[in-house]
């Protein structure tokens, strides 16, 4: 079975196109397309209102006798959604836009009728330039001037966005050098503090020269005149042998707490509890184990 979506079909080699009848249809002929309501509109007949986009199954046939420099003009037909009642519009290449033709009237739309007396103006500006060279040499004039004005105000807005660029960039270097500024003390101190590090490193350990490797007997020979380096021994430094005083390695506060306890003195001993009859004079005697007799 073939398959149903596929590009290349399979022609015969004795297949021949001209012997395929043609359908004969009529000049024009209407077709159904599916459309969208190009323009929001008011049906004439029940005064119900069809909103632009509105979709509907349309008839479409073309103009006869009407062309657009060869263009050609289409009109569609639809129902209104109401009354059924039969709407026609045509497309309008003059204004790349379509026109309402029969059974409802277009929505005010204030856009088109301020676009209408902006067209309107200019043809009537044509005219009287047409008719009267000296209106058409001022109106060039003036064309001018607003260029000219239009081109100063374009230079001082880039003058101004210039020099916003330049301050920014400014804005941007002076911090930029502050940071480095800052990173430079910050290595600076580091530096510092290896440096010190270092010092107290060196104080701590000393290296002293430790007794020269001698080679092997027979590289000995072969090399009596090579200078053997000296090998290096890292020795910790010894404490001194008198150690400070304690009270010395205290702060001055805990220093003037004890200077106040040995001038105190030290606290009396506590007695002993005595009972009540050691001191009425009665003393008890333990108890004697009882004697067994055979």
Same mark, same amino acid.
């Given at each position: 079975?073939?398959e149903?979506?596929?590009l290349?079909?399979?022609f015969?080699?004795d297949?021949d196109?001209?012997l395929?009848?043609?359908r004969?249809?009529p000049?024009?002929s209407?077709?159904v397309v599916?459309?969208?309501a190009?323009f929001?509109?008011?049906?004439?007949?029940?005064?119900e209102?069809?909103?632009?986009g509105?979709k509907?199954?349309?008839?479409?046939?073309?103009v006869?006798?009407?062309d657009?420099?060869?263009?050609?003009?289409f009109?569609?037909?639809?129902k209104?959604?109401?009354?059924?009642?039969?709407?026609?519009?045509k497309?309008?290449?003059?204004?790349t836009?379509?026109?309402?033709?029969?059974?409802?009237?277009?929505?005010?739309?204030?856009?088109?009728?301020?676009?209408a007396?902006e067209?309107?103006?200019?043809l009537?500006?044509?005219e009287e330039?047409?008719?009267?060279?000296?209106? *058409? +040499?001022?109106?060039?004039?003036? %064309? #001018?001037k /607003?260029?000219?004005?239009?081109?100063?105000?374009?230079?001082?807005?880039? &003058?101004?966005?210039?020099?916003?660029?330049?301050?920014?960039?400014?804005?941007?270097?002076?911090?930029?050098?502050?940071?480095?500024?800052?990173?430079?003390?910050?290595?600076?101190l580091?530096?510092?503090?290896?440096?010190?590090?270092?010092?107290l490193?060196?104080a701590v350990?000393?290296?002293?020269?430790?007794?020269?490797?001698?080679?092997?007997?027979?590289?000995?020979?072969?090399?009596?005149g090579?200078?053997?380096p000296?090998?290096v021994?890292?020795?910790?430094?010894?404490?001194?042998?008198?150690?400070? *005083? +304690?009270?010395?390695l205290?702060? %001055? #506060?805990? /220093?003037?707490?004890?200077?106040?306890?040995?001038?105190?003195?030290?606290? &009396?001993p506590?007695?002993k509890k005595?009972e009540?009859?050691?001191?009425?004079g009665?003393?008890?005697?333990g108890?004697?184990?009882?004697?067994?007799?055979?």
């Amino acid at each position: 079975m073939s398959e149903r979506k596929v590009l290349n079909k399979y022609f015969p080699p004795d297949f021949d196109p001209s012997l395929i009848p043609r359908r004969r249809q009529p000049k024009n002929s209407q077709q159904v397309v599916r459309l969208m309501a190009p323009f929001s509109m008011r049906c004439n007949t029940c005064g119900e209102y069809i909103y632009k986009g509105k979709k509907f199954n349309a008839r479409k046939e073309t103009v006869e006798g009407e062309d657009y420099y060869g263009i050609k003009i289409f009109r569609f037909y639809i129902k209104c959604t109401l009354c059924s009642a039969e709407i026609t519009f045509k497309t309008d290449p003059k204004n790349t836009d379509y026109a309402a033709e029969h059974g409802a009237s277009r929505n005010f739309e204030p856009w088109r009728d301020e676009k209408a007396v902006e067209e309107e103006d200019r043809l009537a500006k044509l005219e009287e330039e047409e008719n009267n060279p000296m209106k *058409a +040499l001022e109106n060039r004039t003036v %064309d #001018s001037k /607003r260029e000219m004005d239009i081109l100063d105000a374009l230079q001082d807005i880039r &003058a101004r966005n210039a020099r916003n660029e330049r301050v920014g960039q400014s804005a941007d270097l002076l911090e930029r050098l502050h940071m480095e500024e800052i990173e430079t003390e910050e290595d600076r101190l580091r530096r510092r503090e290896e440096e010190e590090d270092e010092k107290l490193v060196r104080a701590v350990f000393a290296k002293v020269p430790g007794p020269s490797t001698s080679a092997s007997d027979g590289a000995g020979s072969s090399r009596e005149g090579a200078v053997v380096p000296e090998a290096v021994i890292t020795v910790k430094r010894k404490a001194g042998t008198q150690e400070p *005083a +304690l009270q010395s390695l205290l702060p %001055d #506060s805990a /220093r003037a707490l004890l200077s106040v306890a040995s001038s105190i003195g030290a606290p &009396a001993p506590k007695r002993k509890k005595v009972e009540g009859k050691s001191l009425v004079g009665i003393k008890l005697k333990g108890r004697g184990k009882a004697k067994t007799t055979v």
